[in-house]
């Protein structure tokens, strides 16, 4: 069982859809969630960081995260056809060098 | 503001021939710097991480080795490259010590032919 699992898609959806993307993971020393979006031939952004339980928003992005189900989700509100691109969840456990454990990437293309 | 640098953008390289992959980052220091390889549709390997100069830990012993001749340089290297070493190689920095978010670069597009 990998450590972190994320639906790889494609999740197609129309413009102005509410759109989840999700991870589930096996490992409850995770502490530290993020999610990255990365668009074709190019770097992983950092879009949301959470530590903990709960929910963060950031504009039309909110991160959840619940670690009782060892769950987190990514909603991004009022989607546009630039959000398509891959989303990757990664987590980390304290201490250490910082290791990231990566997702494997969920491919979203919105469509105008 | 922090930058982090990444050459060559796209590479071909024949099967056997070396391999110099160079980061850099600007704008802080004393970085962990981490580098990964992502295969088409697949997520990330991490392959090195460095907490210092001339402090190296390999993840997945493979053709590949690394080495950090400054604080906020990190090289990713190959004496003969193999068919299997083709892919999108990234390179990342995360604050020293409690930074667990990591920041990456553009990346390398190497195909090994």
């Known amino acids: 069982q990998k450590e972190v699992e994320q639906d790889p898609g494609p999740l197609s959806v129309p413009e102005g859809a509410i759109v989840s993307l999700n991870c589930t993971y096996s490992?409850?020393?995770?502490?530290?969630f993020m999610w990255y979006r990365q668009y074709s031939r190019k770097g992983p952004e950092l879009l949301m960081y959470?530590?903990?339980?709960g929910n963060k928003e950031d504009g039309r992005f909110t991160a959840q995260v619940d670690k009782s189900s060892k769950y987190i989700s990514l909603f991004i509100r009022d989607s546009q056809p630039s959000d398509s691109a891959t989303y990757l969840c990664?987590?980390?456990?304290?201490?250490?060098?910082?290791?990231?454990?990566f997702g494997a990437g969920t491919r979203l293309a919105v469509h105008p | 503001s922090q930058t982090i640098h990444q050459w060559p953008a796209t590479l071909v390289q024949p099967v056997g021939s070396p391999l110099s992959l160079e980061c850099t980052v600007e704008?802080?220091?004393?970085?962990?710097l981490y580098w990964y390889r992502q295969a088409a549709g697949r997520g990330l390997q991490l392959l090195f991480y460095s907490v210092g100069i001339g402090q190296i830990s390999s993840e997945v012993p493979q053709n590949l080795s690394a080495s950090r001749p400054q604080d906020r340089q990190f090289i990713l290297s190959s004496k003969k490259l193999l068919l299997s070493d083709s892919g999108f190689y990234l390179c990342?920095?995360?604050?020293?010590?409690?930074?667990?978010?990591?920041?990456f670069g553009p990346g390398t597009r190497l195909t090994v032919t």
């Open positions: 490992n409850s020393a995770f502490q530290y």
């Open positions: 990342a920095w995360s604050v020293g010590g409690s930074g667990y978010e990591q920041y």
């Open positions: 959470t530590y903990s339980s």
């Open positions: 990664a987590m980390s456990a304290p201490g250490g060098y910082n290791k990231l454990i």
């Open positions: 704008g802080t220091s004393n970085p962990n």
